[in-house]
């Protein structure tokens, strides 16, 4: 056929016997949740743009959202759009919510809403009772209830319009950072909701809660760290545990079975994250994919991915949802339901969605226990014979070809511990490979109806180590120098330099960029990654203001709060050479097919390019990513993700690129796709802001012309 279609219709082509096309038209098609469904499945029937048409794909509209900082660039928006009846309701680069017509992306509304903590959001959660029609939105310890077709806020939920978060999640000594910066998913009237808290000791609770969709009332809670009589109440020691530890929260999101009434939930590592000689025992239910009864809370079964986590390897994302077919004790195939959660070490861990049992073995591996002083190990940890989508070894013989100072990074990690997962961190140099966040992260992977997963990756070492730390006492004198060394040196480096990829950035000079009050807010609110430092004392927080801007009259303080956590890392260093290159040989960021009935690799490509590299005659080499995919009936799988600003089409069937276009800035975050008018539509929010790279406040929608 040589002529286009009127772009109103989907093409869907049907041979007919005279080898004609028949084309049908197709109704809109929404995208209604946080990837896609409750299944988390990255998936939608559309098929429109396909394999033959791909490569016209043009602009049809743009949408600033706002709030970019274009001066610092350490603004972001990781949120993955959902479209309801036509509207598109998603979070600006200011962390405000905004709804836009869905086909020509002018804007119904925005919110002006002035505690928003700092946080960045990933999206929206919609709820309708077909009349009623709400939209929950996180912000800062906020979880607010909005008017969908005004944005107002519903003053009947909860106090005027907002629930505090942080209620209830109070224990003795713990600080105030508390987020819900992942969408929530509904039940029926309930609104299950998982917060993002502190990673150090003195981090909230992790409760899992749910909440009446109407009045906010709260209606069941799941402890993660149980009481005296709940089950794993003795994987802890001291206890009570919730006395003295936090964390285990549900950060990354969670998946639904509607029609079983099963919500399944990964939770998040204990704090303080790297050291664990405080909380002896496999500390359930940290580390864990939960399958809870939705109406309840209550527990139909768990699975712990990680025992006394001591590494920062929670699980990254939300869990999805498929049906795989495997061959019975009979020989026979049968249909299974499954659940499959991704991990930052490369690993899929797949369970029968309804009894928990693993779909392949799972093998308690044993590990070296010989810690810093103090530590008790796991000795096993559970390992999956298959599926994996990471490289799981980083050793001298890895170490990339054309690195700059080769022979220097050798001598390096020739004295390091490396070469295999679960190394017990010391104060020798440490590697973890994939690193500290992915392998997978919190784009999560994509699955179809034929039981295929498409999950990014990436493959950069990571090194640390642990150094003593004086025990802080309340009352003890301590100067500015020592309260960066406590709070801030694990991740902006004991120099104040930051990492090298700009994720967390130098403090060195800060003064020449922003006002002592301008620091004081940050340290107030949080920005992107980092959490709110707002229960620090004032002259606390005056005394690190004085130390990062050299004030030549620094005074000592003391201290309100204690600390029974004898060490602290050395940050989250991803070990890039001198000319900006990671030192791992590529790939460095992966895309890769796995077909999850058999747990094979179907095909793994290159994910992101440096284009300079490639012109020097070097093969794509894959770049740190974070994001997550889209995959279409019509077998294209659409990502971004990358540093390198692009945003492509792939060939589902054989990893094959088929499209790509430049962004106004990187888009970290997952795309959405929906028809409007009988038009389909692929959208991404473009914020940037990480990787070094310049922040930005579009979203951008391609359509067929």
Known sequence: MNRLLPFTLVLVFIASAANRWIVEPAPDTDWAEYNGDGARSHYSLLSQIDARNVGQLRVAWTYASGGADTTQ?????QCNPIVIDGVLYGVSAGTQAFALDAATGRERWK???????????????????????????GAGKWLY?????????????????????????ERPGADEYVASNTPNTVYKNLLIVGVRVAETET????????????TGRLVWTFRTIPQPGELGYETWSPRPARQYIGGANAWAGMAIDRQRGIVYIPTGSAAYDFYGGNRKGNNLFANCLLALDAATGRRLWHYQLVHHDVWDRDPPAPPNLLTVVQNGHDGQPRRIDAVAQITKQGYVFLFDRVTGKPLFPVIEQPVATVGVPGEQLSPTQPIPTKPYFA???????????????????????????TGRAYIPITNQ????????????????????????????????????????????????????AQLYALRCASCHGADRRGNHDGSYPSLVAVQQRLSDAQIDEVLQKGRGMMPSFVHLPEAERRAIIDFLTQKTDQKAVRTTQTTGVPYQHTGYNRWYDASGYPVSTPPWGTLTALDLNTGERRWQVPLGEY???????IP?????????????????????????????????????VLWQAQLPAAGYASPSTYAAAGKQYIVIACGGGKLKTKSGDRYVAFALP
């Not at 209830?145 to 999640?169: H, P, V, W, Y």
């Not at 284009?611 to 005659?617: C, D, S, Y």
């Not at 279409?632 to 089409?649: C, G, N, P, Y």
């Open 73 to 77: 660039h350490r603004t972001q928006m």
């Open 111 to 137: 919110t002006r809403l002035t505690d928003t903590g700092g946080t960045t959001s990933r999206g929206v959660t919609y709820w309708t009772d077909g009349r009623d029609k709400r939209i929950f939105f």
């Open 145 to 169: 209830a909005l008017d969908a077709q005004t944005g107002e806020l519903i003053l009947s939920f909860g106090e005027q319009g907002r629930i505090n978060l942080k209620k209830g999640l």
């Open 203 to 214: 981090a909230l609770l992790g409760d899992i809660r749910a909440f009446d969709v109407r």
């Open 391 to 417: 490289r799981q070894s980083f050793t001298v013989n890895d170490i990339n070809s054309f690195a700059a100072h080769r022979d220097s990074l050798t001598g390096v990690l020739q004295k390091a511990q």
């Open 429 to 480: 140099m440490t590697v973890f490979f994939p690193g500290t966040d992915g392998g997978g992260q919190w784009g999560g992977a994509a699955v179809d109806p034929q039981g295929m997963m498409y999950v990014p990756s990436k493959e950069i070492p990571v090194y640390t180590s642990l150094v003593k730390r004086k025990p802080k006492a309340a009352g003890v004198t301590v100067s500015g």
């Open 611 to 617: 284009p300079e590299l490639t012109k020097r005659g």
């Open 620 to 656: 794509p080499t894959g770049t740190d990513n974070y994001g997550g995919p889209l995959i279409t009936a019509s077998k294209l799988l659409f990502i971004a993700a990358s540093r390198d600003e692009r945003f492509r089409a792939f060939d589902a069937q054989t990893g094959k």
